[in-house]
């Protein structure tokens, strides 16, 4: 996993349950990201954070919210207003002024 | 017109093969391009990163770049079965900005 630990592996959720996914790293890395993948979508990005206590959405925040209190942990919530929540979340860092991605093992998020 | 194409595939040749795997792009800022592997159920790792034009080779692994016509190419020689994966493109304009990424390629390879 090159330093990034995403848990839960799995999760199942009821619909309109809130859950929280967790990413952390050991990298040292400014920049973390979240990412979405869906069968035939390609990486779609959620959200992402160049530093402690500041993040942008992407191109697919409705319905997700995220923190960013630590250098080393960015986690995500998949809240209820999220209509297709059941996905593989990706979560990435890189470095400062670097544009390579260093990707967690991801966490698969089914909505029963 | 998507910023990033990719054909989806799947593509299975046997091994031995030479396997062409491309991408197009619209965006004529794009600077950086890379192509990420990813085994079933796990997460994407960098295998080629090229900056501008050119080419690149690492093994049996080269990365193209053709500015002028918006096309990526990675090429894989002697293809073997542990080159199965899906194979995304990503591409980014400048340093530090997020990477734009292709859907990806599913290779199969066949012993």
């Known amino acids: 996993d090159g330093g990034i630990t995403q848990s839960p592996k799995y999760l199942f959720r009821k619909e309109g349950q809130n859950v929280t996914l967790s990413c952390e790293q050991n990298?040292?890395?400014?920049?973390m990201y979240w990412y979405r993948q869906d069968p035939g979508q390609g990486l779609r990005l959620i959200y992402y954070s160049q530093i402690v206590n500041d993040f942008q959405k992407g191109d697919i925040a409705e319905g997700y919210s995220v923190s960013r209190e630590k250098k080393e942990s960015f986690p995500l919530t998949v809240t209820s207003a999220q209509k297709n929540p059941t996905a593989f979340y990706l979560c990435?860092?890189?470095?400062?002024?670097?544009?390579?991605?260093?990707f967690g093992a991801g966490s698969r998020l089914t909505v029963l | 017109q998507k910023e990033v194409e990719q054909d989806p595939g799947p593509l299975s040749v046997p091994e031995g093969a030479i396997v062409s795997l491309n991408c197009t792009y619209s965006?004529?800022?794009?600077?950086?391009f890379m192509w990420y592997r990813q085994y079933s159920r796990k997460g994407p790792e960098l295998l080629m990163y090229?900056?501008?034009?050119g080419n690149k080779e690492d093994g049996r692994f080269t990365a193209q770049v053709d500015k002028s016509s918006k096309y990526i190419s990675l090429f894989i020689r002697d293809s073997q079965p542990s080159d199965s994966a899906t194979y995304l493109c990503a591409m980014e304009s400048q340093a530090g900005t997020a990477l734009i990424f292709g859907k990806g390629t599913t290779l199969s390879v066949s012993s």
């Open positions: 965006n004529s800022a794009f600077q950086y």
């Open positions: 090229t900056y501008s034009s």
């Open positions: 990435a860092t890189s470095g400062s002024g670097a544009n390579v991605l260093t």
């Open positions: 990298l040292n890395h400014d920049a």
